[in-house]
T-cell receptor
Framework: KAGVTQTPRYLIKTRGQQVTLSCSPISGHRSVSWYQQTPGQGLQFLFEYFSETQRNKGNFPGRFSGRQFSNSRSEMNVSTLELGDSALYLC?????????????FGEGSRLTVL | GIQVEQSPPDLILQEGANSTLRCNFS?????LQWFHQNPWGQLINLFYIPSGTKQNGRLSATTVATERYSLLYISSSQTTDSGVYFC?????????????FGTGTQLKVEL
């Protein structure tokens, strides 16, 4: 069974640009969540989707957005990139709807903003 | 919000040694997971352990939910155990698959 797949794995952008990251969950998993990891702030929750609905959102500015498609694949978008957005972005999927299930993470998308 | 504290922050072991990593959390939780972050950044699931004790090879974990802590035991450590270990919890109220991570324990196992 394939794991959580994230694309692209690495990307470099300049300030002011926007970026879209993609995540394909484990087959059958309908919950997808996103996390940002930086050396200064550690791992922080961005948002979580279930059946195309955002159920939970972290404390990030509106420049960070996401969506989920009917096949459970998810994308997140960051607009007007800032240097501080350089980070490892991790996607996780879960089987359960209730929020008490085990989360499985992808390998991440490493974003560098110059 | 919930606070998740891990100790020690850094740990250096000789190969073959045993160690215990601790995770304290400040509120009641639905879910607790331990992860090992590999050098490429992926979080590898070690245990899903909201309560009780589990073992997987040289690793075992215990969560005492009523006292709000969890322990990860590594026995007979190997160099491949090096990396960062995170615990992450989901609040009992309003969880929704939202994990709050601790700051991690950086483990280095030397020959």
């Amino acid at each position: 069974k394939a794991g959580v797949t994230q694309t692209p794995r690495y990307l470099i952008k300049t300030r002011g640009q926007q970026v879209t990251l993609s995540c394909s969950p484990i087959s059958g998993h309908r919950s997808v969540s996103w996390y940002q990891q930086t050396p200064g702030q550690g791992l922080q929750f961005l948002f979580e989707y279930f059946s195309e609905t955002q159920r939970n959102k972290g404390n990030f500015p509106g420049r960070f957005s996401g969506r989920q498609f009917s096949n459970s694949r998810s994308e997140m978008n960051v607009s007007t990139l800032e240097l501080g957005d350089s980070a490892l972005y991790l996607c996780a999927s879960s089987l359960t709807a209730s929020g008490t299930g085990e989360l499985f993470f992808g390998e991440g998308s490493r974003l560098t903003v110059l | 919000g919930i606070q998740v504290e891990q100790s020690p922050p850094d740990l250096i072991l000789q190969e073959g040694a045993n160690s215990t990593l601790r995770c304290n959390f400040s509120d009641s939780v639905n879910n607790l997971q331990w992860f090992h972050q590999n050098p490429w950044g992926q979080l590898i699931n070690l245990f899903y352990i909201p309560s009780g004790t589990k073992q997987n090879g040289r690793l075992s974990a215990t969560t005492v939910a009523t006292e709000r802590y969890s322990l990860l035991y590594i026995s007979s450590s190997q160099t491949t155990d090096s990396g960062v270990y995170f615990c992450a919890v989901e609040l009992r109220e309003g969880g929704g698959n939202k994990l709050t991570f601790g700051t991690g324990t950086q483990l280095k196992v030397e020959l």
